[in-house]
Every structure is written in structure tokens, then in C-alpha cells.
């Protein structure tokens, strides 16, 4: 068996590249904003990607044999840490708009009294 040593954190992304790749993953959320039902299913689709980006975070950091303990030495609790939580943007981003319908935009306008003189 040969042991081969190499340097990974230079192959890895920044913890600023995995937020932004993770917001760029979220912009398909948006089209929730258009009608209340596209939410709800951009919720259940974004919850499910969601989950499975942070299964695949989670791999890479603890479940490879080799490479995550490479990973957790070079690039340290932090950056996975980072890693598995921004892969819940999509998620979050998806609830936002949501909670935008069901609150916001679904609540009958104020009732505004105008007094007039005469």
C-alpha cells in the first residue's frame, strides 16, 4: 500500500465561495415570489436540496476514509462547519418568501380613516 500526502486545502473552495455557490444555488427560489402555491413547492424542493447538499458537506468532512480526516485537519472546524450550514440557504431563502406570502402579502391593507372637514 502506498501512502500518498497531499495538500488539499488549496483544491477546496474559501468559506466566502461556498456562501456565494450556495446563494447562486438559492436565485431558482425566487419564482416563489410570483404565486403562493409555487412557494409551498419551491419550499418542499429547496428543503429536499437543501438536505442533500448538507448529507454531501457532511460526507466530505467525517465519512470518507482518507480525505476527511485531510479535511479536518487542513481546513479546520470552521470551514465545515460553514459548509454544511450554507447548504441550508437554499432552504432558509425558499421559508423567507413563503412567510412573505403567508404574512405580508396575504394580510388585508390597513384600514386607513380619513377625516374630512366641511
Same mark, same amino acid.
Given at each position: 500500500?502506498? &501512502?500518498? *500526502?497531499?495538500?488539499?486545502? #488549496?483544491k477546496?473552495?474559501t468559506i466566502w465561495?461556498? =456562501? *456565494?455557490g450556495?446563494m447562486? @444555488? !438559492?436565485?431558482?427560489? @425566487?419564482?416563489g415570489?410570483?404565486? /403562493?402555491w409555487?412557494? =409551498? @413547492?419551491?419550499v &418542499? *424542493?429547496?428543503s ?5 447538499l448538507?448529507? #454531501?458537506?457532511y460526507?466530505?468532512?467525517f465519512t ?5 480526516? %485531510?479535511?479536518?485537519?487542513e481546513?479546520?472546524? =470552521? =470551514?465545515? %462547519?460553514?459548509?454544511?450550514? !450554507?447548504?441550508? &440557504? ?5 421559508l423567507?418568501? &413563503?412567510?412573505?406570502? *403567508? /404574512?405580508? /402579502?396575504?394580510?388585508?391593507p390597513a384600514n386607513?380613516t380619513?377625516?374630512s372637514?366641511?
Amino acid at each position: 500500500m502506498t &501512502l500518498i *500526502l497531499a495538500e488539499i486545502s #488549496d483544491k477546496m473552495a474559501t468559506i466566502w465561495q461556498i =456562501w *456565494l455557490g450556495s446563494m447562486v @444555488l !438559492s436565485i431558482p427560489v @425566487l419564482l416563489g415570489i410570483f404565486h /403562493k402555491w409555487i412557494s =409551498w @413547492l419551491l419550499v &418542499l *424542493l429547496a428543503s429536499i436540496f437543501s438536505i442533500l447538499l448538507a448529507y #454531501d458537506a457532511y460526507c466530505v468532512a467525517f465519512t470518507e476514509p482518507l480525505f476527511s480526516e %485531510a479535511v479536518q485537519n487542513e481546513m479546520g472546524g =470552521w =470551514w465545515i %462547519a460553514n459548509s454544511i450550514f !450554507s447548504s441550508f &440557504l437554499p432552504a432558509v431563502f425558499a421559508l423567507t418568501i &413563503l412567510f412573505w406570502h *403567508l /404574512k405580508i /402579502k396575504s394580510s388585508p391593507p390597513a384600514n386607513i380613516t380619513v377625516n374630512s372637514q366641511n
